[in-house]
């Protein structure tokens, strides 16, 4: 395959960082981040080699979900700003080599929303239906509430209408009647918004919850008979509209339930899903310092065809969910990452961001970055997890981990001129607080974290197999080594990775290979492993030691 062609599936080998508006950087200093703030922050993005922005909830909201709880799919926040200042953010990032995607929320609306408004007013409303009704007492749903700590069933009741409505998520967020030809007929026209503006599709918010129709009459049913055929819908709408546009999903759940969010064989339906499996075995690995849980969950995860792709991640904005391992094993990540009741949240998760988990150990966390950068797939980062930001678990629930960005060690971590008191919420402050963890400082300092992220990013952009590979974990005895190889047209990698503080040396067969190919470090600069006839080879890893390895011979092309 040609590098051109590549390009043209962007996303298989984008490098994605997810920033809240919120919360980036804040240009007018009224506390709040803005657009324009982050337009001025593009360079720097740039700089460390993002490919695409997902941009959390900007949308007008009653924020009583940190914006996902929208009043107006076709506005903005005027906190951050207007719509033009939204294009002038899009059109720089393109100008700088960025695509952008935004959040797309459509499983519920605020109840702020003036459909919900309308809705409730009276059940013979003509936006009645765009909501979830029931007339009799709904039956005990405690168990399936998202948020444990502040609901105790999925249905409300409506003193005004005397009927109860769904909500899957907080009371204040009704869900939409997915089965109502006009509620998808206004959220592709919401896709459609956004489109015409520039950006390059979605991050879908809860996908399974917005294709679920339990609770809704037996009759309505019959107008929706196939929540996928919508999904598919939706994608080829993108597809039709921008010719490379994506829908990014958020489905945590088991591999092989994601594999029908992804489609048929051609991959007709979400383009890229999270690996929430991966995610999750990555942590009981690292706990256990046992590569295994990981490689289980790598050798099971599905395929994906050329039209669909894995998104990895280490943190995202919500708790660190540990929900699909087993009791046992989430108290193990518990007791090695978040022992203090205070760090967890709903008895599944963890509020706490990698750093602060790792205990700030320079060598693992950049073993763990390393790692995330060698899985095959399109590496998502949240902001502030390139310098190494904490969390601060002052701050209620899941927003601990969405404290401001930390550009300096100027007053609010040089994130907005304002009295402390007016930002979003506080500042992390103690070891990982901006007077040690800031991007200036790292900025300059050739051997900090930020430019380790960078370093990982250049070589996974220069390396295409990794988004692209076939992928296979080598046979190697140490239980806490993860050996793997990807390979795709005519380009190898090997990835080694130490999840334990002893070093070792770990002995390789590489199938096809003679000595006349050698293994060049892409990440350090040391000699070059020599392979032998046999296709043997050894890799000395230090403690927590990683390891990029490009295939190389003396006739190659490649730089490295
Ligand atoms: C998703 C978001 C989360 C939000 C929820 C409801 O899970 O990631 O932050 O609270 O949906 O919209």
Same mark, same amino acid.
Not at 259 to 273: A, H, N, V
Not at 416 to 431: E, I, K, N, Q
């Given at each position: 395959m040609r590098i051109s062609e590549t390009s043209d599936v962007w996303w298989k080998t984008a490098v994605i960082y997810c920033l809240d508006v919120e919360t980036f950087m804040d240009w007018n200093d009224d506390g709040v981040g803005d657009f324009q703030g982050a337009a001025e922050r593009l360079d720097y993005l740039a700089e460390l080699g993002v490919t695409c922005l997902w941009l959390m909830p900007f949308y007008p909201t009653a924020d009583r979900d940190d914006g996902y709880d929208i009043t107006d799919y076709y506005g903005v926040d005027p906190r951050f700003g207007t719509a033009g200042d939204f294009v002038e953010l899009v059109h720089t990032a393109r100008d700088r080599g960025m695509r952008v995607i935004v959040d797309l929320v459509v499983n519920h609306t605020s109840d702020r929303h003036p459909w919900f408004k309308a809705s409730r007013s009276s059940t013979t409303s003509p936006y009645r239906d765009f909501y979830v009704w029931r007339d009799d007492e709904p039956p005990d749903t405690t168990k399936e509430v998202v948020f444990p700590d502040q609901e105790t069933s999925i249905w409300e009741y409506d003193e005004k209408s005397a009927q109860w409505y769904l909500h899957r998520f907080y009371r204040c967020q009704p869900d939409l009647n997915i089965t109502n030809p006009q509620v998808r007929d206004e959220i592709v026209k919401v896709l459609g918004y956004w489109l015409e503006l520039g950006i390059s599709g979605f991050r879908v918010d809860a996908v399974p919850f917005m294709l679920q129709t339990d609770g809704v009459d037996a009759a309505e049913l019959e107008r929706f008979p196939d929540p996928h055929e919508y999904l598919r819908s939706l994608r080829s709408f993108v597809g039709r509209r921008t010719g490379d546009g994506i829908l990014l999903g958020e489905v945590n759940l088991p591999h092989k339930d994601q594999? %029908? $969010? $992804? +489609?048929?064989? &051609?991959? &007709?339906?979400? %383009? *890229?899903?999270? &690996?929430?499996?991966? *995610?999750?075995? %990555?942590?009981?690995a690292l706990a256990r310092q046992d590569a295994r849980p990981l490689v289980r969950a790598l050798q099971k995860r599905p395929a994906t065809s050329r039209q669909s792709q894995w998104a990895t991640f280490l943190r995202n904005h919500d708790e660190l969910t540990l929900d699909k391992l087993s009791d046992a094993e989430r108290q193990e990540v518990f007791a090695a990452f978040g022992p203090d009741p205070a760090m967890q949240l709903y008895g599944r998760g963890l509020r706490r961001r990698l750093p602060t988990m790792l205990e700030g150990d320079p060598r693992r966390i950049r073993m763990a970055y390393s790692l995330m950068f060698s899985l095959p797939g399109t590496p998502v980062l949240f902001y502030g997890e390139e310098i190494g930001m904490g969390e601060n678990l002052d701050v209620e629930g899941r927003l601990a981990v969405r404290t401001p960005m930390q550009w300096s060690d100027q007053p609010n971590?040089? $994130?907005? +001129?304002?009295?402390?008191?007016?930002? !979003?919420? !506080? *500042? #992390? &402050?103690?070891?990982?607080?901006?007077?040690? #963890?800031? #991007?200036?400082?790292q900025r300059t300092d050739p051997s900090s974290l930020l430019e380790f992220i960078a370093l990982l990013i250049r070589r996974y952009r220069e390396s295409p197999e990794l988004g692209w590979a076939d992928f296979k974990v080598l046979d190697q005895p140490h239980r806490h080594v993860l050996a793997h190889e990807s390979a795709w047209d005519d380009r190898r990698i090997v990835a080694v990775h130490n999840l334990s503080p002893e070093s070792c040396i770990v002995p390789l067969h590489l199938e096809g290979c003679d000595r006349s190919a050698h293994l060049i470090d892409l990440l350090q600069s040391t000699q070059d492993t020599s392979i032998d006839d046999a296709g043997r080879c050894e890799v000395a890893l230090d403690g927590y030691g990683y390891r990029w390895l490009r295939l190389g011979s003396h006739t190659s092309k490649r730089l490295a």
């Open positions: 594999k %029908t $969010f $992804f +489609g048929g064989r &051609d991959g &007709d339906e979400l %383009t *890229m899903q999270f &690996d929430f499996i991966g *995610m999750q075995n %990555t942590y009981l971590g040089g $994130f907005s +001129g304002a009295r402390s008191s007016r930002l !979003p919420r !506080p *500042m #992390v &402050d103690g070891a990982f607080g901006p007077e040690h #963890v800031n #991007v200036a400082q």
